[in-house]
């Protein structure tokens, strides 16, 4: 998926970025964090470069990067899962000098603003509980918690902490 917003350009993930990602927020421990089974300290370009083109040739992803306007420097990562026909999930990565500037928020809610043209019912965001940063973004966009599951997720530093579940209804469905 490709927009615009006022600080931000997404545009469909190519190959050609994934050096500037590894540069920008491969290596950074605090990125990785809170990604449960996807983040290693020790890779090195080419772990990396086979780790994003194997994930990325899912057809059933969507996979798109966060560019700055001001700098033109890739600051991120988002992508869609198609859950089922009604729904999708979303994953949201930015490089740490960006956080706390309002840029996830502003990325995720002209995602979900693209969305609603389409006739998806729902869409779906996980975080760490301990992810303070994700879990504003996520109210922020407009998505309710809509479930906790305790000590579920596993940080990189081997710490358990609980996973929220986030929805954002498009279409409500009456029964």
């Known amino acids: 998926m490709e927009f615009e917003t006022k600080n931000l350009e997404v545009k469909k993930f190519i190959p050609e970025y994934i050096s500037v990602m590894y540069e920008s927020w491969g290596t950074d421990k605090e990125v990785g964090k809170y990604l449960p089974g996807a983040f290693k300290m020790d890779w090195n370009l ?7 083109i194997n994930t990325y040739q899912d057809d059933n992803y969507s ?70 940063g994700a879990k504003t973004i996520l109210d922020r966009s407009g998505f309710e918690l809509i479930d906790t599951i305790p000590n579920y997720r596993e940080d990189i530093d081997g710490n358990i902490g609980d996973e929220l579940l986030y929805e954002i209804e498009l279409i409500r469905v009456q029964y």
């Open 46 to 52: 080419d772990d990396f470069t086979n780790y994003i």
């Open 63 to 132: 996979r798109s990067i966060i560019k700055d306007k001001k700098t033109n420097k890739i600051i991120g990562n988002i992508s869609l899962y198609q859950e089922d026909s009604r729904s999708k999930s979303v994953v949201l990565w930015l490089v740490r000098d960006f956080w706390n500037k309002g840029y996830g928020t502003e990325a995720l809610t002209k995602l979900v603003d693209e969305l609603k043209k389409t006739n998806l019912g729902s869409i779906y965001a996980t975080c760490d509980g301990r992810n303070i």
